[in-house]
């Protein structure tokens, strides 16, 4: 079954503020991986994080990956109305598995 | 990036009759597809890996005999639910990890609504 928990379900913001979402395991990763679901959509692969501590930036997206590697965050700054879908994570290896998401709601 | 076809979009059927899923892999090969089901405001649950040339591999809880899978060719998965039952609406989508060095990395197909009456 799932093997990554994520916080919170849901995450409403004024457009401009800041967000973050949470992804947890019991277990060591190899490495993870974030994806966003537009509404009605279909997930899209945002990035793969792979090293202990790895930070990676995407514009006003910030990822980590734990220095033990069971934890990783996705962080943006000054959220957009653009920035609205279900951001999941995902680990890899054993088993392709999604955590539960953080469905974002920015208002204008 | 990879394109991954999937269809229908959507499809409503009776109780009873099956429904066959296809997914495409268009512009790479995949000799393993990823098919997952989303219930409503909730996270995509894997249900099976499809590898080409072999059987399935399903996840516990799923029953092979009522999602029958098939991945004929390096471009081709299908799923079938067979005798649905208005349990079995949900959202469907596929997805697939082309070869090389973007092989961890999930394109997704745009999902199937299955609506059983």
């Known amino acids: 079954g799932q093997q990554v928990m994520q916080i919170p379900q849901y995450q409403h913001v004024q457009e401009g503020e800041d967000f973050t979402t949470y992804c947890n395991s019991s277990?060591?990763?190899?490495?993870i991986q974030w994806y966003k679901q537009r509404p009605g959509g279909h997930p899209v692969f945002l990035i793969q994080?792979?090293?202990?501590?790895e930070v990676k930036k995407q514009k006003r997206l910030t990822f980590q990956f734990g220095e033990a590697k069971k934890n990783s965050s996705l962080h943006i700054t000054a959220t957009q109305t653009t920035d609205v879908g279900t951001y999941f994570c995902?680990?890899?290896?054993?088993?392709?598995?999604f955590g539960s998401g953080t469905k974002l709601n920015v208002k204008p | 990036g990879a394109v991954v076809s999937q269809h229908p979009s959507r499809v409503i059927c009776k109780s009873g009759t099956s429904v066959k899923i296809e997914c495409r892999s268009l512009d790479f090969q995949a000799t393993t597809m990823f098919w997952y089901r989303q219930f409503p405001k909730q996270s995509l649950m894997l249900m099976a890996t499809s590898n080409e040339g072999s059987k399935a591999t399903y996840e516990q809880g799923v029953e092979k005999d009522k999602f029958l899978i098939n991945h004929a060719s390096l471009t081709l998965s299908t799923l079938t639910v067979t005798s649905a039952h208005p349990e079995d609406s949900s959202f469907y989508i596929c997805s697939a990890p082309p070869q090389g060095l973007a092989k961890n990395i999930q394109y997704f197909g745009a999902g199937t609504r299955l609506s059983v009456l």
């Open positions: 995902a680990s890899v290896t054993p088993k392709f598995y």
């Open positions: 994080l792979v090293k202990s501590g």
């Open positions: 277990t060591t990763l190899s490495n």
